[in-house]
């Protein structure tokens, strides 16, 4: 139902309007959107006559219409319509990947994820979704493939250009609708992200975690991903195409199907916050535990993680060495920096003075500095605004709960924490260690003190061969703001293992 209107759903043989369109939804019957046009039968008829002839009676192939359907859906956060036609487009053919580019309105997708025909589709739905007067040579590359597939099926190539520009058109149409009155009352959902998804709950200690796996091939390898602090399990969600993506199904340098395990931690997203204190090593146990109750033979091929996770990450790596092939730590540090305590206690109080809002401002600012593709007017900066309201998401507790983590760990000093020792773990090279920093960091000192880690490890403990990258133009979340260059290293190590 709408929140702004009630729906009309006149019984089955009162309306002889509503029983034709129940006759074109078939088992589905009237949906929220009938009901809100209900209100107007004449109208409601027109669109079920439009919208039907747009969805049955066209030549386009059901992807490709389904594509720019979607797309329309995903540029216009209506959420309602997304839900109504994922499933279809998969029907067509439309596989997992494709369905996160065509989510990701950040950039136009790799062209490679799609046939010559569905990129130049897309191109053109976004166009006329953002713009409305579409480029000439975007028109020109659509008319271009019509003109193959129309020679191929003996159709018209102008007649098919038209359809493709009424799809756009009828469905920017059903999406302004359905916003604008709230129908299903889904103006205010995130268009959902296209995974082949479970959601478990894992008890840990007093609290629990809240994991979210998603599973791409029964057979695949395991990655396991753990968030920053301040932010949750869909800080990945820029890198997930990448990592999902089918062999030779992207244009970015490493591809390879894996199965994907994200999870918040404590304090964050749905995960409790327990109210005894945190330390990094029992960030570390919370992985483990996660990996021993949802990953089959318990064991990973990467534990990947950045700033608090990326110190978790570590930690795990040291104490659970048979659990993994890998660790990926992203944007952290082995303990915590002189004058670092000083630093979280003030972001603590300026967060409970100021409230949580001032603080994600204050910390996206320093997590993107230009020339970050994410800092300020970049050319990615709506990325910013959702790790602010990630930010704004957590709770003070939350918060609290993870910068006590931070606030005095040490995984060097021999068996300091925990069991944690860091730089004789390893001993043998059974797990194979990177280490990766955005150039920005910082100002570049974080980038020069992993640099560090990683040659005072190797010379401590020569056999655990530790590497180190640079994300050039990148800053404290190189996965987000310089998505393709942060798998280009971290999917060529990975295709190493």
């Not at 020109?140 to 058109?169: G, P, R, T, Y």
């Not at 995130?190 to 709950?201: I, N, S, Y």
Request: proline share 7%; charged share 15%; hydrophobic share 45%.
């Amino acid at each position: 139902m709408s929140r702004l209107i009630p729906g009309r759903f006149p019984p089955q043989g009162t309306s002889p309007i509503a029983d034709r369109i129940r006759e074109r939804r078939g088992v589905r019957g009237l949906t929220p959107l009938d009901g809100a046009l209900l209100h107007v039968p004449p109208v409601a008829e027109g669109w079920n006559t439009l919208l039907g002839s747009i969805r049955t009676k066209g030549h386009l192939p059901g992807d490709v219409r389904e594509l720019m359907i979607l797309r329309v859906a995903a540029r216009n956060h209506a959420a309602f319509e997304w839900i109504h036609h994922e499933h279809v487009g998969r029907s067509h053919g439309l596989d997992t990947t494709q369905l996160w580019a065509i989510r990701d309105t950040t950039a136009l997708a790799p062209p490679a994820l799609f046939s010559p025909l569905q990129a130049a589709a897309l191109a053109f739905a976004d166009y006329s979704t953002t713009q409305v007067r579409v480029p000439a040579h975007v028109t020109s590359a659509l008319q271009e493939q019509l003109k193959v597939f129309a020679e191929s099926s003996q159709l018209d190539a102008d007649d098919l250009l038209v359809e493709a520009a009424a799809i756009v058109a009828s469905y920017n149409m059903v999406s302004r609708f359905l916003v604008s009155l709230d129908v299903a009352g889904k103006s205010d959902d995130l268009v959902p992200w296209p995974v082949d998804r479970t959601e478990h709950t894992v008890p840990i200690d007093s609290g629990h975690i809240h994991a979210v796996t998603l599973v791409t091939h029964p057979d695949a390898p395991w990655l396991v991903f753990a968030n920053s602090l301040l932010t949750d399990e869909t800080m990945w969600d820029w890198l997930i195409p990448a990592v999902l993506a089918p062999r030779g199904h992207t244009t970015w340098p490493f591809n390879g199907t894996f199965n994907i395990l994200l999870h918040a931690q404590r304090g964050h997203g749905h995960s409790a916050t327990p109210p005894a204190p945190c330390t990094i090593p029992i960030l570390a146990h919370d992985i483990a535990a996660l990996i021993s109750a949802l990953i089959p033979g318990g064991k990973a091929k990467s534990v990947i993680g950045v700033s608090q996770g990326g110190a978790a990450a570590l930690a795990f790596g040291a104490l659970y060495p048979t659990m993994t092939r890998s660790i990926i730590a992203c944007d952290t540090g082995p303990r915590t920096a002189p004058g670092n305590a000083e630093a979280w206690q003030g972001r603590i109080a300026l967060a409970k003075t100021d409230g949580i809002a001032t603080l994600a401002t204050a910390t996206v600012d320093r997590w993107f500095p230009a020339p970050s593709p994410c800092a300020t007017n970049g050319t990615r900066s709506s990325r910013t605004q959702m790790i602010k309201a990630m930010i704004e998401a957590t709770t003070i507790p939350g918060f609290e709960l993870g910068a006590g983590a931070l606030m005095q760990y040490d995984l060097i000093k021999s068996r300091a924490e925990d069991g944690v020792d860091l730089l004789a773990s390893n001993a043998s090279g059974e797990n194979k260690i990177l280490l990766v920093a955005g150039a920005l960091d910082g100002g570049g000192k974080v980038a020069a003190g992993m640099k560090g880690l990683c040659d005072q490890w190797n010379a401590t403990t020569p056999a655990a061969h530790v590497a180190y990258a640079e994300i050039p133009g990148a800053g404290h979340l190189p996965m987000v703001d310089e998505t393709e260059k942060f798998w280009e290293v971290v999917g060529s190590f990975l295709t190493g293992l």
